[in-house]
């Protein structure tokens, strides 16, 4: 079993930054993916960030590319979404969940085995 535990979410100005975090206990990660995802009021839950088990493989939403980026540190166990360029239709929950992998990585909530419990993003215009 892995418990995901996300930290760093808050309320931040358009335009602002936040970095937030993930913390992994009950299993190593490194042979995981990692993945963020993010669910807005009345909305599904959607794909936003995800990095290979080596870290070396990044992918981002096109709605974050080049705002957000995403890191690990399998060492500590941790895996990082750092936002800069924040914008209002960021405002969401943000979830960490890491994926069982052999190698590569999934954009698709169903393909994940272990989810965090989420962390409040709020970002005012």
């Known amino acids: 079993q892995v418990q995901l535990v996300e930290s760093g979410g808050g309320l931040v100005q358009a335009g602002g930054s936040l970095r937030l975090s993930c913390a992994a206990s009950?299993?190593?990660?490194?042979?995981?993916?990692m993945g963020w995802f993010r669910q807005a009021p009345g909305k599904e839950r959607e794909f936003v960030a995800v990095?290979?088990?080596?870290?070396?493989?990044?992918y981002y939403a096109d709605s974050v590319k080049g705002r957000f980026a995403m890191s690990r540190d399998n060492a500590k166990n941790t895996a990082y979404l750092q936002m800069s360029s924040l914008k209002p239709e960021d405002t969401a929950v943000y979830y960490c969940?890491?994926?069982?992998?052999?190698?590569?990585?999934?954009?698709?909530?169903?393909?994940?085995?272990?989810w965090g419990q989420g962390t409040q993003v709020t970002v005012s215009s």
């Open positions: 969940a890491a994926e069982r992998v052999s190698g590569g990585y999934s954009v698709f909530p169903r393909s994940y085995d272990y």
């Open positions: 009950g299993s190593t990660l490194s042979n995981y993916a």
């Open positions: 990095i290979s088990w080596s870290g070396g493989s990044t």
